[in-house]
Nanobody, 114 residues
Framework: DVQLQASGGGWVQPGGALRLSCVAS????????IYWLRQAPGEELDWVSV???????RYKDSVKGRFTVTRDNAKNTLWLQMTSLKPEDTAVYYC????????RGQGTQVTVSS
């Protein structure tokens, strides 16, 4: 079974930081680009970043300079370091192999509020 499990979310005040993890299994992780997606309350699933197999990452404009993705293909793991968090970053975060999130697993809730 393909599994992409996001974790590491929580509550943080505006300006704070969190580090999310995505652990994958059931497919050749090193041969796949991986997306971070998020879904805010009442909103559609939205693309946050895409990381190529060599680690190069493109980011949604609103998170550029604040979010950083790293990946370790040997560990089948991708991390999303989020800094300078804003209330509008509040969402359930997922990782997936495609921007539609068709194979996303259980996400992790990130709440940014004072």
């Amino acid at each position: 079974d393909v599994q992409l499990q996001a974790s590491g979310g929580g509550w943080v005040q505006p300006g704070g930081a969190l580090r999310l993890s995505c652990v994958a299994s059931g497919f050749p992780f090193g041969n796949n680009a991986i997306y971070w997606l998020r879904q805010a309350p009442g909103e559609e699933l939205d693309w946050v970043s895409v990381t190529s197999i060599n680690g190069a990452t493109r980011y949604k404009d609103s998170v550029k300079g604040r979010f950083t993705v790293t990946r370790d293909n040997a560990k089948n793991t991708l991390w999303l370091q989020m800094t300078s968090l804003k209330p509008e970053d509040t969402a359930v975060y997922y990782c997936a192999r495609n921007p539609m999130g068709l194979d996303r697993g259980q996400g992790t809730q990130v709440t940014v509020s004072s």
